[in-house]
Nanobody, 124 residues
């Protein structure tokens, strides 16, 4: 069982930065992948960034490479998503999610556990 509580969203102007946090409650990080997804109005949920907890290996959607960074703080059991140079079209609900496996999956349906979501609104 994994419990996820995400936070850190807000309203920001285009070009600005935000940091999202996800507090992870889990018995073991073995074979655990943690990811951030977003869902913009009228669009399907899409994967943004992923981290495999045991190795620290990360992967990113092409649209955010070089601007977003995912990291884990094992002392505080938190996964962070640092977002820079945010664009208007990146407005949406952002979700932390987790699944167990030997590598990180990209499809939302592969994820078993989800946070409640945190809203990010980027304005002109």
């Amino acid at each position: 069982q994994v419990e996820l509580v995400d936070s850190g969203g807000g309203s920001i102007q285009a070009g600005g930065s935000l940091r999202l946090s996800c507090v992870v409650s889990v018995y073991t990080y073995k074979n655990l992948c943690l990811g951030w997804f977003r869902q913009s109005p009228g669009k399907e949920r899409e994967g943004v960034a992923f981290i495999y907890a045991e190795s620290g290996d990360t992967s990113y959607a092409d649209s955010v490479k070089g601007r977003f960074g995912i990291s884990q703080d094992n002392v505080n059991n938190t996964v962070l998503l640092q977002m820079t140079n945010l664009q208007i079209e990146e407005t949406g609900m952002y979700y932390c999610a987790a699944h167990r496996g030997f590598n990180c999956k990209w499809r939302p349906k592969d994820y078993s556990w989800w946070g409640q979501g945190t809203q990010v609104t980027v304005s002109p």
